[in-house]
């Protein structure tokens, strides 16, 4: 059986402390106020919108070495190194010694690959008089030239230059920090563990190996020491919500409620006017099925963000999941085609639709949906899938078809054009599709499925049918689709028993599908159980929304007789 994914949200920001403006450098208060606007966009990692603001500061204030600086950074941030370098340039005509503007542009070249000329520059900075007074700081240049050979994976190396640095001075805080890394990369965690645990030795306040031991602690499992370590975080960074958050669910696997609710506290009175804050909490409960408080903290912090389609979108789930599905449709409405998240609530509408019974209204939501957001692979293919069901098969065509014009790639397109095809019974052209997305991507589990699915229910070439299933239940073992597809493979082969096996393995993650319920019907009817599938079949019409599939599983309730 074939189903195409839903694209999940985007995941939430994090935050982290803000940067440290240097008032100093800057010469006037127009440009001071587009820098501090560039910090908060940061917080949040609206990165286009930081630049933006550094940008409009430096035209304020041409000349200023340290917004050029900042500005490149940002520039390096977005992947727009020419753009860093440039900027670098400048600053270090007028101040060939500028230790800021050095640093970073050894870093972009060796980001760049140009391992050489990054060395050189490293070499120019360890010849600075400021940096060879100071021992500290010469180990730090040596220890960020190791760092990027981690980022590049050249880990042995790094891992010689950072085990010299602490031979010379054994308590370089970072070294350890950085060695850390490079164990964690090659999944040495036993000595992960150990050089972290010595950082920390060394100062009890270094948070950063405290992160470092909580998540390792937290993805083995060692729930105990993960909320040791993440305490000992939000003890020296209160404003680390990312530990928090993950405090709160720690503290829920631990059937600890009130240390989570007492975290979520924190978190509201030390963000009251940040709605992503509110976003996270909301979702924390939401996760939880804690929905009347999900739904609470969303109305609260709607009241404060009136206008924040992404509370809209969260608010409506929740009152979903509540049975309020008038409050839901207006919540849903609420959110604007300027938001993220406008393509999924727009889906959710009009599902919301189709449920109340309304599919015009369905339909009308997702073509002005997709007029906004035209370049929109979610709305496109929900457009589509709405029209198949309404068996307006040319004119959903020609929608996927223009979708892969500009988007050839698309695994949804073809797929649901392969949907088409199938219901219109045109097997060539639904090989040819699927064919070709297999020719894109030759692992596609739902390509893989979806040819030996067609091929195993039209009763040919069953052996590469069954082999296409087992390649792609390989790739997804706990799809039930797929497990579904291999059980009805063995189903054409008579193998009954096995067949069944798969078809209740596949009802474990989606009890309540219609296509399944009837191939396990339709398994048992062979195994003359025809109680059994009596019941299963009446399970698949209560579930079933399209006409025509009601009507094939009603003609079959007709059938069987006691």
């Keep these: 059986m074939s189903s195409c994914a839903e694209k999940a949200p985007a995941p939430l920001s994090t935050y982290q402390d803000l940067p440290t403006v240097k008032v100093s450098d800057i010469k006037t208060n127009q440009s001071f106020l587009h820098v501090l606007n560039s ?60 230790l800021e ?39 730090e240049v ?27 001075n054994p308590e370089h805080i970072l070294s350890y920090y950085y060695l850390g890394r490079v164990y964690s990369e090659q999944n040495r965690m036993k000595e992960a563990v150990t050089i972290y645990q010595k950082s920390v030795e060394i100062d009890p306040r270094f948070s950063l190996g405290w992160r470092a031991l909580g998540l390792i602690y937290e993805y083995s499992g060692k729930t105990d020491e993960a909320v040791t370590a993440y305490e000992r975080v939000v003890s020296l960074e209160t404003l680390n919500v990312d530990a928090r958050t ?52 969303f109305e609260e912090a709607l009241l404060k963000f009136k206008n924040n389609g992404e509370l809209h979108y969260y608010l409506g789930l929740t009152q979903y999941q509540l049975k309020k599905k008038d409050l839901a449709e207006k919540s849903f409405s609420k959110v604007s085609s300027e938001v993220e998240l406008f393509s999924v609530s727009q889906l959710a509408l009009s599902s919301l639709y189709e449920e109340n019974k309304h599919p015009d209204k369905a339909q009308k939501t997702l073509e002005k949906a997709l007029s906004k957001k035209t370049g929109s692979v979610d709305l496109r293919v929900g457009l589509a899938n709405h029209l198949i069901r309404k068996k307006e098969f040319e004119r959903a065509q020609k929608i996927l078809e223009d979708g892969l014009a500009t988007t050839p790639k698309e695994e949804r397109y073809h ?9 219109k019974k045109q097997y060539e052209q639904l090989e040819k599709i699927l064919h070709s997305l297999l020719s894109i991507n030759p692992d596609s589990a739902n390509a893989l499925n979806f040819l030996g ?74 195994q003359g159980r025809k109680k059994e599938a009596r019941e299963i079949y009446a399970q698949a019409l209560e579930h079933s929304t399209e006409i025509d599939k009601r009507g094939q599983i009603e003609e079959k309730l007709k059938k069987i007789s006691y």
């Excluded at 542009?105 to 070499?123: P, Y």
């Design 39 to 98: 910090e908060y966009f940061n917080i949040f990692e609206r990165d286009e919108e930081a630049t933006k603001s550094l940008e409009l500061a430096l035209k304020e204030d041409p000349s200023s070495s340290y917004l050029k600086s900042k500005l490149a950074y940002q520039y390096a941030k977005s992947e727009n190194m020419d753009g860093a370098m440039k900027l670098l340039d400048e600053v270090l005509a007028q101040n060939p010694k500028d």
């Design 101 to 139: 503007a050095l640093f970073l542009h050894a870093r972009i070249l060796a980001v760049k690959g140009n391992f050489d000329q990054s060395k050189a520059t490293f070499l120019k900075i360890l010849d600075l008089d400021e940096i060879k007074e100071d021992e500290e700081r010469k180990a």
């Design 142 to 168: 040596s220890f960020i030239l190791a760092s990027l050979y981690i980022e590049k994976g050249e880990l042995a190396r790094a891992e010689e230059m950072l085990k010299e640095i602490l031979a010379e």
């Design 246 to 297: 993950k405090l709160i669910d720690l503290y829920m696997k631990r059937n600890e409620p009130k240390k989570a609710i007492e975290q979520i506290s924190i978190i509201k009175k030390l963000y009251p006017t940040v709605p992503d804050v509110a976003i996270r909490l909301g979702l924390f409960y939401y996760q939880e099925k804690m929905f009347a408080q999900a739904e609470n903290e």
């Design 415 to 423: 797929l649901s054009l392969a949907e088409i095809f199938e219901r």
């Design 453 to 526: 699915y067609s091929y195993a229910d039209r009763n040919i070439k069953m052996k590469e049918a069954e082999e296409m299933i087992q390649k792609a239940l390989l790739l997804k073992p706990n799809d039930s689709y797929i497990q579904d597809s291999l059980g009805w493979v063995y189903y054409k082969k008579k193998d009954y028993k096995r067949a069944e096996e798969l078809v209740r393995q596949a009802l474990k993650g989606i009890p309540n599908e219609p296509v399944i319920l009837e191939h396990l019907g339709d398994i048992l009817i062979q």
